[in-house]
C-alpha cells in the first residue's frame, strides 16, 4: 500500500551563493562529490536510461551518429579501504540524482557519526569508562554508530516495510540472523560489501578499522554457518516446475549459509592463489620457482605453467615423518604415478606455499552478497550505487535545505511480485553482459556481434510476450500516468534495449532484411524508450532507401529500377510518419526532412505536393570575429612533454579592473565583454541559465503528483527526470504548459514562482537562485515565445543528454526599446559559441545549433584571433 506525506519544510537555508561564470555545462552540473566512489553494483551496470542515441548525421547518406558513453570500469585493490583515489563512473543512482548538493566527504560522515553517538543515552555513556576523555580526543565516536552501517539498515527497513513480499522464507530469516549480528560484525560486513565483487580480502590487512575492536571475532562471527527452514517436501520440484527463472538464479539458498567464506575450503586452484599475491610477492615466488615474467599477469601465468609441468616434492616420494630414508628404495613395489595424483600433488604444493604467503582470506558469501544487492536495486530503483549512493540520503536529511512541497509515496508496486524483481534483475544482467560485448572489450567483430544476436534471441520471445502485457495494462490498468515510470523496472525496458542493440548488430554483419524487421517490430510499441524512436526511423528509412531494394528476397515487380522506387517510396512514408510522431524527439526532425526533400525529388513528385519545410529550416550560425591580446605562459617544461596536445583553454586580456590594469580572463569573457560593447547583455553560463528558466517554467509541473516518483522527502526533482519516462508521464500537462510559455506568459510565471519560493531558496533542479530576476525577467521577453516553447520542449524530452552542449555566451537586448502590444519589450535574443584557434565544435554543440536555429533563435559562432600574444612567466 502506498504512504502518503505531504512535504512541508521550512528549515532557514544556507544555501551558498554561486558564480554566474562556469566552466564548462557538465562540470557546472556536477555535484559536489567528495571521494570518487568506488563500488558499482549488479556488475557494474550503468543505467540505461538515456543512453546513446544522441546524434544527428550531417551527411544525407550516412547512418546516424549515437553518442554511447562507454563506461570505463577501474578496478579496486582487493586489500586496500575507501581511502584510495579512483576514477569512477559519473552515474547516479536514481534517488541520488535527485538529491540537493551535498558534501559527502569524510567530514561530513564524521560530523554525522558524532551527532548519532551524542544522542546515546547519558545512562549508556556513564556506564563507559573514560567518557570525558572520549569526547576529548573525539574518539569515543569509533564503535558507537557508523554512517555505513546506518544507511545499509535504513535501506534493508525501508524495503522490508513496504515490500517484504519480494523476499521468500529463507531471505527474511538472513535479514533476521543479520540484526542479531554485533555493531562491530555488521560494519565489516558493510565495508567489505562495498569493495570488489567476490574479492578475497587478507584477515591481516583488515584490522586497521578503528570502529572493530576484535577484528577476529567479528570475522568469526561472519564465517559461523547458520541454519535455514527446510522448504517442504516437494516444494522445490513444484516450484521448479512453476518458476523454472527463481531455481535458475545463482542465488538460490541452501538449508545453511555464511554470511562469509573462508579460503581454507574455497580457494583450490593455484590460478586463483596466484591472483591474490602481489607483485612483490610473485616475483619472489618465481625466483625460487625460475620463472620469468615482465607484470603481475606474465608471472601467474607462468607460475600456473610451472605447477603444471614440474614435479613437486611429494610427488618425488618426499616424506616429512622420514628424513633419513626420504626417497623409496629400488626394490620397493612401483608407485602409482597416475598423472592425475602427479599434477595434484604438484598443484598442493604451490597452493600451499602461496596460501602461506597469503594467510587467511575471507570473502563474502555470493549467495548473501547478490540477495543484499537486490535489497538495494529495490531501495535505490537503480541498478547501480556507489558508497556515495549509500550515505548521501542520510546526509540529505541533516543537511539544513528547503525543498518544495510534494506528496511522498513509497509505493510497493514497482515489483509487482517475486518473480517480477528476479526477471527484471536477469534483464540487467543481460544487458550488461551485451554492453561487455559491445563496448567494454574493443572492437567486437563478427564474433562479437553473433553472441549479442544469441542473447537476443534468447529473450525475444520472452520480450515480445511481455510487450503485450504491458499494452494492455497501459490500457486497462493504469489511471494516472504512472506505467510511465514503473516500466523502467519491467524486463521489457532492457530487452528493449537488448533488441535496440541487436539491430545494431544485424547491421554490422549486412543482415538488413532482419535488421528492417527489428527495427519496425521497435517501432510498433511506443511504451519502451520513446526517445530511441527518432534513431530508429532515421536507420529504418536509410535502409529502405539504400539496401531493401536488393535485401527483399521476394520483390514483387522484377525489374530493379521500379523495386528502388518501391523502397524509395516506403522510406518517405517512413519519414513522414517519424515527422508526425510525438515522441519523435525535435532533433531528429532535421534529418528526417533533409531525407524527405531528396526522396520526393527522385520520385519526381510534383512541386505543388512536395513539403515545404521554409519555416523551420536550420539556418548556419554567424560567423562573428573577434580579436583581442593573447596572453602565453612562458613554460619551457611543458614545450618538451611528448604526447600532449596544446591546450585549447587560452588566457587573454579584457578591460582593466578597478586597479586600472587589464585583467586576465578566459576566452568567454573576452569576447562577452566584446558583445555587451555592441548593447547585449549576457551571461556566460552555456546550460546553466537554460537549466534555471526550466525550473522557473516548469515547477508546478515537475512536482506534479505522479506515483512512484518521490520516494524520499528531500528530492530536487521527480525520479523520472533524467529517463525517458518524464515527458509521457506528463505528456498533457508539458504539452499545457508549453502552449502557454508560446502565447507569451513566460514572464508571469518566472515572477510568480520567484515571489513564492525566493526567501526560502528552495532546492529544485538546475536552478540557480543567483541569476537576478530583472534579467531573467527580460530574457524571456525578448525571447520569442514559439522559440522559448521549442527549447523547453527539447529539454522536457531528454533533460539529461541535453544539458550539455549549450553555446557558451547567451545574449539579449531589446531593440531600440519598443513595446510590443501586450506591452512587453520587443527584443531579440542570441546564444554565442566561442571558439579559439585550437578549438572546434564537439557533435553535442552542433545538435543544439540545430534545435536553437531551427526554433527561430540566433546563434554564432564566434572565432576569437589573437591579434598579439604576449607571453608572461
Given at each position: 500500500?502506498?504512504?502518503?506525506?505531504?512535504?512541508?519544510?521550512?528549515?532557514?537555508?544556507?544555501?551558498?551563493?554561486?558564480?554566474?561564470?562556469?566552466?564548462?555545462?557538465?562540470?557546472?552540473?556536477?555535484?559536489?562529490?567528495?571521494?570518487?566512489?568506488?563500488?558499482?553494483?549488479?556488475?557494474?551496470?550503468?543505467?540505461?536510461?538515456?543512453?546513446?542515441?544522441?546524434?544527428?548525421?550531417?551527411?544525407?547518406?550516412?547512418?546516424?551518429?549515437q553518442a554511447a558513453q562507454t563506461s570505463k570500469l577501474d578496478s579496486d585493490e582487493a586489500d586496500?579501504?575507501?581511502?584510495?583515489?579512483?576514477?569512477?563512473?559519473?552515474?547516479?543512482?536514481?534517488?541520488?540524482?535527485?538529491?540537493?548538493?551535498?558534501?559527502?566527504?569524510?567530514?561530513?560522515?564524521?560530523?554525522?557519526?558524532?551527532?548519532?553517538?551524542?544522542?546515546?543515552?547519558?545512562?549508556?555513556?556513564?556506564?563507559?569508562?573514560?567518557?570525558?576523555?572520549?569526547?576529548?580526543?573525539?574518539?569515543?565516536?569509533?564503535?558507537?554508530?557508523?554512517?555505513?552501517?546506518?544507511?545499509?539498515?535504513?535501506?534493508?527497513?525501508?524495503?522490508?516495510?513496504?515490500?517484504?513480499?519480494?523476499?521468500?522464507?529463507?531471505?527474511?530469516?538472513?535479514?533476521?540472523?543479520?540484526?542479531?549480528?554485533?555493531?562491530?560484525?555488521?560494519?565489516?560486513?558493510?565495508?567489505?560489501?562495498?569493495?570488489?565483487?567476490?574479492?578475497?580480502?587478507?584477515?591481516?590487512?583488515?584490522?586497521?578499522?578503528?570502529?572493530?575492536?576484535?577484528?577476529?571475532?567479528?570475522?568469526?562471527?561472519?564465517?559461523?554457518?547458520?541454519?535455514?527452514?527446510?522448504?517442504?517436501?516437494?516444494?522445490?520440484?513444484?516450484?521448479?516446475?512453476?518458476?523454472?527463472?527463481?531455481?535458475?538464479?545463482e542465488t538460490s539458498l541452501t538449508d545453511t549459509f555464511t554470511f562469509a567464506d573462508n579460503s581454507?575450503?574455497?580457494?583450490?586452484?593455484?590460478?586463483?592463489?596466484?591472483?591474490?599475491?602481489?607483485?612483490?610477492?610473485?616475483?619472489?615466488?618465481?625466483?625460487?620457482?625460475?620463472?620469468?615474467?615482465?607484470?603481475?599477469?606474465?608471472?601467474?601465468?607462468?607460475?600456473?605453467?610451472?605447477?603444471?609441468?614440474?614435479?613437486?616434492?611429494?610427488?618425488?616420494?618426499?616424506?616429512?615423518?622420514?628424513?633419513?630414508?626420504?626417497?623409496?628404495?629400488?626394490?620397493?613395489?612401483?608407485?602409482?604415478?597416475?598423472?592425475?595424483?602427479?599434477?595434484?600433488?604438484?598443484?598442493?604444493?604451490?597452493?600451499?606455499?602461496?596460501?602461506?604467503?597469503?594467510?587467511?582470506?575471507?570473502?563474502?558469501?555470493?549467495?548473501?552478497?547478490?540477495?543484499?544487492?537486490?535489497?538495494?536495486?529495490?531501495?535505490?530503483?537503480?541498478?547501480?550505487?556507489?558508497?556515495?549512493?549509500?550515505?548521501?540520503?542520510?546526509?540529505?536529511?541533516?543537511?539544513?535545505?528547503?525543498?518544495?512541497?510534494?506528496?511522498?509515496?513509497?509505493?510497493?508496486?514497482?515489483?509487482?511480485?517475486?518473480?517480477?524483481?528476479?526477471?527484471?534483475?536477469?534483464?540487467?544482467?543481460?544487458?550488461?553482459?551485451?554492453?561487455?560485448?559491445?563496448?567494454?572489450?574493443?572492437?567486437?567483430?563478427?564474433?562479437?556481434?553473433?553472441?549479442?544476436?544469441?542473447?537476443?534471441?534468447?529473450?525475444?520471445?520472452?520480450?515480445?510476450?511481455?510487450?503485450?502485457?504491458?499494452?494492455?495494462?497501459?490500457?486497462?490498468?493504469?489511471?494516472?500516468?504512472?506505467?510511465?515510470?514503473?516500466?523502467?523496472?519491467?524486463?521489457?525496458?532492457?530487452?528493449?534495449?537488448?533488441?535496440?542493440?541487436?539491430?545494431?548488430?544485424?547491421?554490422?554483419?549486412?543482415?538488413?532484411?532482419?535488421?528492417?524487421?527489428?527495427?519496425?517490430?521497435?517501432?510498433?510499441?511506443?511504451?519502451?524508450?520513446?526517445?530511441?524512436?527518432?534513431?530508429?526511423?532515421?536507420?529504418?528509412?536509410?535502409?529502405?532507401?539504400?539496401?531493401?531494394?536488393?535485401?527483399?528476397?521476394?520483390?514483387?515487380?522484377?525489374?530493379?529500377?521500379?523495386?528502388?522506387?518501391?523502397?524509395?517510396?516506403?522510406?518517405?512514408?517512413?519519414?513522414?510518419?517519424?515527422?508526425?510522431?510525438?515522441?519523435?524527439?525535435?532533433?531528429?526532425?532535421?534529418?528526417?526532412?533533409?531525407r524527405l526533400l531528396k526522396l520526393e525529388k527522385r520520385l519526381r513528385i510534383p512541386r505543388r505536393?512536395?513539403?515545404?519545410?521554409?519555416?523551420?529550416?536550420?539556418?548556419?550560425?554567424?560567423?562573428?570575429?573577434?580579436?583581442?591580446?593573447?596572453?602565453?605562459?612562458?613554460?619551457?617544461?611543458?614545450?618538451?612533454?611528448?604526447?600532449?596536445?596544446?591546450?585549447?583553454?587560452?588566457?587573454?586580456?579584457?578591460?582593466?579592473?578597478?586597479?586600472?590594469?587589464?585583467?586576465?580572463?578566459?576566452?568567454?569573457?573576452?569576447?562577452?565583454?566584446?558583445?555587451?560593447?555592441?548593447?547585449?547583455?549576457?551571461?556566460?553560463?552555456?546550460?546553466?541559465?537554460?537549466?534555471?528558466?526550466?525550473?522557473?517554467?516548469?515547477?508546478?509541473?515537475?512536482?506534479?503528483?505522479?506515483?512512484?516518483?518521490?520516494?524520499?522527502?528531500?528530492?530536487?526533482?521527480?525520479?523520472?527526470?533524467?529517463?525517458?519516462?518524464?515527458?509521457?508521464?506528463?505528456?498533457?500537462?508539458?504539452?499545457?504548459?508549453?502552449?502557454?510559455?508560446?502565447?507569451?506568459?513566460?514572464?508571469?510565471?518566472?515572477?510568480?514562482?520567484?515571489?513564492?519560493?525566493?526567501?526560502?531558496?528552495?532546492?529544485?533542479?538546475?536552478?540557480?537562485?543567483?541569476?537576478?530576476?530583472?534579467?531573467?525577467?527580460?530574457?524571456?521577453?525578448?525571447?520569442?515565445?514559439?522559440?522559448?516553447?521549442?527549447?523547453?520542449?527539447?529539454?522536457?524530452?531528454?533533460?539529461?543528454?541535453?544539458?550539455?552542449?549549450?553555446?557558451?555566451?547567451?545574449?539579449?537586448?531589446?531593440?531600440?526599446?519598443?513595446?510590443?502590444?501586450?506591452?512587453?519589450?520587443?527584443?531579440?535574443?542570441?546564444?554565442?559559441?566561442?571558439?579559439?584557434?585550437?578549438?572546434?565544435?564537439?557533435?553535442?554543440?552542433?545538435?543544439?545549433?540545430?534545435?536553437?536555429?531551427?526554433?527561430?533563435?540566433?546563434?554564432?559562432?564566434?572565432?576569437?584571433?589573437?591579434?598579439?600574444?604576449?607571453?608572461?612567466?
Open positions: 500500500m502506498d504512504r502518503f506525506v505531504m512535504r512541508s519544510n521550512s528549515r532557514p537555508s544556507s544555501v551558498p551563493r554561486k558564480s554566474f561564470v562556469t566552466t564548462k555545462s557538465n562540470k557546472s552540473s556536477r555535484r559536489d562529490e567528495g571521494p570518487p566512489a568506488k563500488k558499482l553494483r549488479l556488475d557494474q551496470v550503468k543505467d540505461s536510461d538515456d543512453d546513446d542515441d544522441s546524434l544527428i548525421s550531417s551527411n544525407d547518406d550516412s547512418d546516424v551518429l586496500q579501504d575507501s581511502g584510495l583515489d579512483r576514477k569512477a563512473m559519473q552515474n547516479e543512482t536514481a534517488l541520488e540524482s535527485c538529491l540537493p548538493a551535498i558534501s559527502t566527504d569524510q567530514e561530513a560522515i564524521e560530523e554525522y557519526e558524532s551527532m548519532r553517538t551524542s544522542q546515546v543515552s547519558q545512562s549508556d555513556q556513564d556506564n563507559v569508562d573514560g567518557t570525558a576523555a572520549r569526547i576529548e580526543t573525539r574518539s569515543w565516536v569509533r564503535g558507537k554508530s557508523s554512517i555505513y552501517v546506518d544507511a545499509f539498515n535504513l535501506a534493508l527497513d525501508t524495503v522490508l516495510q513496504d515490500e517484504a513480499h519480494l523476499f521468500d522464507e529463507k531471505e527474511r530469516r538472513v535479514f533476521e540472523q543479520w540484526r542479531a549480528l554485533s555493531y562491530e560484525a555488521q560494519y565489516l560486513y558493510v565495508r567489505l560489501f562495498l569493495r570488489k565483487t567476490a574479492s578475497w580480502h587478507r584477515v591481516g590487512h583488515l584490522k586497521h578499522y578503528r570502529d572493530i575492536s576484535d577484528t577476529d571475532l567479528a570475522i568469526a562471527s561472519l564465517l559461523e554457518p547458520r541454519k535455514l527452514p527446510e522448504e517442504p517436501e516437494g516444494q522445490s520440484k513444484e516450484l521448479q516446475v512453476q518458476d523454472p527463472l527463481t531455481c535458475t538464479q581454507e575450503f574455497f580457494i583450490k586452484t593455484v590460478d586463483e592463489a596466484a591472483s591474490l599475491l602481489s607483485l612483490d610477492e610473485l616475483k619472489i615466488l618465481a625466483k625460487e620457482a625460475k620463472v620469468r615474467g615482465n607484470n603481475k599477469a606474465s608471472l601467474v601465468k607462468a607460475l600456473c605453467r610451472m605447477s603444471a609441468q614440474q614435479a613437486g616434492l611429494l610427488s618425488l616420494g618426499l616424506r616429512r615423518s622420514s628424513t633419513n630414508a626420504s626417497l623409496d628404495s629400488n626394490d620397493s613395489p612401483p608407485r602409482d604415478e597416475s598423472p592425475d595424483k602427479e599434477n595434484s600433488n604438484r598443484n598442493a604444493h604451490f597452493l600451499a606455499k602461496m596460501l602461506a604467503t597469503t594467510g587467511p582470506l575471507i570473502r563474502l558469501s555470493e549467495p548473501i552478497f547478490k540477495l543484499f544487492e537486490r535489497v538495494h536495486l529495490v531501495f535505490y530503483r537503480s541498478t547501480l550505487w556507489t558508497e556515495k549512493s549509500l550515505t548521501t540520503i542520510i546526509l540529505a536529511k541533516i543537511s539544513r535545505r528547503n525543498f518544495p512541497e510534494y506528496l511522498v509515496c513509497r509505493s510497493s508496486n514497482i515489483f509487482a511480485s517475486r518473480r517480477h524483481l528476479l526477471e527484471f534483475e536477469d534483464s540487467v544482467r543481460k544487458e550488461f553482459d551485451v554492453d561487455k560485448i559491445l563496448e567494454f572489450n574493443g572492437p567486437p567483430g563478427d564474433q562479437g556481434f553473433l553472441a549479442v544476436l544469441d542473447i537476443f534471441e534468447g529473450i525475444s520471445a520472452r520480450w515480445r510476450q511481455l510487450l503485450r502485457e504491458e499494452r494492455h495494462r497501459e490500457d486497462n490498468v493504469y489511471e494516472f500516468g504512472e506505467g510511465g515510470y514503473l516500466r523502467r523496472f519491467n524486463a521489457a525496458h532492457g530487452y528493449t534495449r537488448i533488441a535496440h542493440k541487436g539491430a545494431h548488430a544485424l547491421g554490422r554483419l549486412h543482415r538488413y532484411k532482419e535488421e528492417h524487421e527489428l527495427l519496425s517490430e521497435l517501432l510498433e510499441q511506443h511504451l519502451f524508450h520513446p526517445s530511441r524512436r527518432g534513431s530508429w526511423y532515421q536507420r529504418r528509412a536509410l535502409l529502405e532507401e539504400h539496401y531493401m531494394w536488393e535485401a527483399d528476397s521476394a520483390p514483387v515487380p522484377a525489374d530493379s529500377e521500379v523495386q528502388k522506387k518501391h523502397w524509395w517510396r516506403v522510406a518517405l512514408a517512413t519519414c513522414e510518419s517519424a515527422l508526425q510522431d510525438r515522441d519523435c524527439h525535435l532533433i531528429y526532425h532535421y534529418d528526417l526532412q533533409k505536393l512536395q513539403h515545404d519545410f521554409g519555416h523551420v529550416k536550420l539556418q548556419r550560425p554567424e560567423e562573428h570575429t573577434v580579436h583581442g591580446v593573447q596572453l602565453a605562459k612562458d613554460d619551457p617544461d611543458a614545450k618538451g612533454k611528448a604526447g600532449r596536445g596544446q591546450s585549447t583553454k587560452t588566457i587573454w586580456l579584457d578591460e582593466p579592473g578597478e586597479d586600472g590594469k587589464p585583467q586576465h580572463v578566459s576566452v568567454e569573457e573576452m569576447c562577452l565583454s566584446y558583445y555587451r560593447s555592441q548593447g547585449w547583455k549576457g551571461y556566460h553560463s552555456e546550460g546553466g541559465i537554460l537549466r534555471t528558466l526550466f525550473a522557473y517554467l516548469f515547477f508546478d509541473v515537475l512536482f506534479l503528483y505522479i506515483p512512484n516518483v518521490f520516494q524520499t522527502a528531500f528530492q530536487t526533482c521527480p525520479l523520472d527526470l533524467h529517463t525517458d519516462a518524464f515527458y509521457p508521464a506528463r505528456a498533457s500537462e508539458i504539452n499545457r504548459r508549453l502552449v502557454e510559455i508560446a502565447n507569451g506568459d513566460g514572464e508571469k510565471l518566472v515572477r510568480q514562482v520567484h515571489e513564492r519560493e525566493r526567501e526560502r531558496r528552495t532546492c529544485v533542479v538546475g536552478l540557480n537562485w543567483d541569476f537576478d530576476i530583472q534579467d531573467l525577467l527580460e530574457l524571456v521577453a525578448c525571447f520569442d515565445g514559439e522559440a522559448l516553447a521549442a527549447v523547453c520542449k527539447v529539454m522536457a524530452q531528454d533533460y539529461k543528454a541535453r544539458g550539455g552542449g549549450v553555446p557558451d555566451l547567451v545574449l539579449w537586448r531589446t531593440t531600440g526599446g519598443g513595446v510590443k502590444p501586450d506591452g512587453s519589450l520587443e527584443g531579440e535574443v542570441m546564444f554565442s559559441e566561442v571558439k579559439s584557434a585550437n578549438d572546434r565544435l564537439s557533435d553535442t554543440q552542433r545538435l543544439w545549433i540545430h534545435v536553437l536555429t531551427g526554433a527561430g533563435v540566433r546563434v554564432a559562432l564566434c572565432n576569437a584571433v589573437a591579434k598579439e600574444v604576449k607571453t608572461i612567466g
